[in-house]
């Protein structure tokens, strides 16, 4: 296995975004393989060599293949405890960070997923799948302002940039997308714009990425 770490991932999926900005925030350089979700690269017989469960991200690192973008970015801080903490030292700040990263993860990303609105799409349609996006993205950042109301100070939890901040911003770009309003949210609005000003969230953000849709490059 090669010395530099390689993360397959695509420029739009937001777990890998995750990965691409605990990487990018640890100094960590990294190789860029691209799977284009859009076209299938993920159902491949090849990639599912790489991740049986045929999604991303997948990070190589230390000799190892991991996948599922938290337990990644814990063990990139853990290995690399270099500043910036991304896990809090505090258990009080660590659970908070934990919980919201979780409420991203796995009570709202799920809902969005690729193969998800496929079938959706399917099964009932553009406009029902719009509205199945709407309601199940909006129920989720309604727990993520609730939870930020008590939480945030410049960033998610507090004044330091922790694993919820690397779940929000790309969740954020995600409802953006999906057309679901954000306005009723201003913790989040605000805390998301914080972050869209740290040069490492810049350098990660979808539209800056190797496999960028070029209509959709931003410099
Ligand atoms: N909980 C996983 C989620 C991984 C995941 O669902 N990745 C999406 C992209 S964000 C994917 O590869 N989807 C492929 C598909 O839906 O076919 C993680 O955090 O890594």
Known sequence: MSSKPILWNFFRSSASWRVRLA???KSIDYEYKPVNLYTGEQLTEEFAQV???????????????????????????????????????DPVKRCKARMIA??????????????VLKRLVNE???????????????????AIEAALVETS??????????????????????????????????????????????PAFHKCHAHRQVDT?????EN
């Open 213 to 217: 849709f070029p209509e959709l490059r």
């Open 23 to 25: 990487l990018t925030l």
């Open 102 to 115: 979780e409420i991203i993860n796995s009570g709202i990303q799920p809902y969005q997923n690729t193969n």
């Open 51 to 89: 991740n049986s469960k045929q999604e991303i991200p997948v990070l190589e690192i230390d000799g190892l293949r991991l996948t599922q973008s938290l337990p990644i970015i814990e063990y990139i801080d853990e290995t690399r405890p270099q500043e910036p903490r991304l896990i809090p030292q």
């Open 124 to 142: 009932i349609g553009e406009e029902k799948k719009n509205e199945w996006l709407k309601f199940y993205l909006t129920k989720g950042f309604k």
């Open 153 to 198: 100070g410049k960033y998610c939890v507090g004044d330091d940039i922790t694993i919820a901040d690397l779940c929000l911003v790309p969740q954020v770009y995600a409802a953006n997308r999906f057309n679901v309003d954000l306005t009723n949210f201003p913790h989040v609005l605000r805390v998301n714009s914080e972050l869209e000003k740290l």
